[in-house]
């Protein structure tokens, strides 16, 4: 779902999660930046629904939160980098109920990231589900509207609507294709400058 505007954006993620949490199903919030999880804590906070938070501010909790995120009714919101490596099984039960809900509060750069997010649900065959609920105030469309959604505004004038999935589809491929081109431009741009200090610096020939 990709909404116009942040505020229905987070209304439509806390009426996901508390759907999700009512049916007993765990679910897993990946946010993009400790900032973000913050303010959807403080959100489901006033929702009254109790969650785990992890964003990189409690390490020597972050294993045991994240491996405890497949418990019937858990609520866990992180940060889409915290707890990678660390194994979310299945409480007893819970593969009946639908298993793991991942929920991605923004897209990134990177598919290769959102895939990482969206396959925790999967676990070796378990059952589970994915979702992302964004805006177009999002960081990743930045460079897509230079802040300009007007032309969308009139298009889809109801703001608590999603867009159409169609557009919404499109929208977020293109965004994503043009972050993904701009960083393969750094890293090429950066791999020419290092080979050029490596010639400066080596004393005979090509330095290894």
């Known amino acids: 779902q990709v909404f116009l505007a942040a505020d229905e954006k987070w209304r439509a993620v806390v009426a996901s999660i508390r759907e999700m949490h009512g049916s007993g199903r765990p679910v897993l919030i990946g946010t993009r930046s400790v900032a973000a999880s913050e303010h959807l804590s403080e959100l489901l906070a006033a929702s009254d629904l109790r969650h785990q938070i992890l964003n990189a501010r409690q390490d020597q909790e972050e294993a045991e939160v994240v491996a405890k995120a497949g418990e019937k009714g858990r609520i866990t919101v992180a940060t889409n980098m915290a707890g990678r490596g660390t194994d979310i099984r299945l409480a007893p039960g819970v593969a009946d109920m639908g298993g793991l809900h991942v929920l991605a509060t923004e897209r990134h750069d990177s598919r290769r990231i959102d895939r990482q997010l969206f396959g925790r649900c999967g676990r070796q065959g378990d059952p589970g589900s994915f979702q992302?609920?964004?805006?177009?105030?999002?960081?990743?469309?930045?460079?897509?509207?230079?802040?300009?959604?007007?032309?969308?505004?009139?298009?889809?004038?109801?703001?608590?609507?999603p867009l159409p999935q169609w557009l919404g589809h499109m929208?977020?491929?293109?965004?994503?294709?043009?972050?993904?081109r701009h960083n393969g431009r750094i890293r090429r741009e950066m791999l020419r400058v290092d080979e050029q200090l490596s010639d400066m610096l080596a004393f005979t020939g090509r330095g290894e």
């Not at 929208?171 to 993904?180: C, H």
Request: charged letters at 25%; aromatic letters at 10%; proline letters at 2%.
């Open 132 to 161: 992302a609920i964004v805006s177009l105030e999002d960081e990743i469309f930045q460079s897509l509207f230079k802040g300009d959604t007007g032309w969308l505004r009139r298009m889809f004038p109801t703001v608590d609507q």
């Open 171 to 180: 929208l977020v491929d293109l965004a994503q294709g043009i972050a993904e």
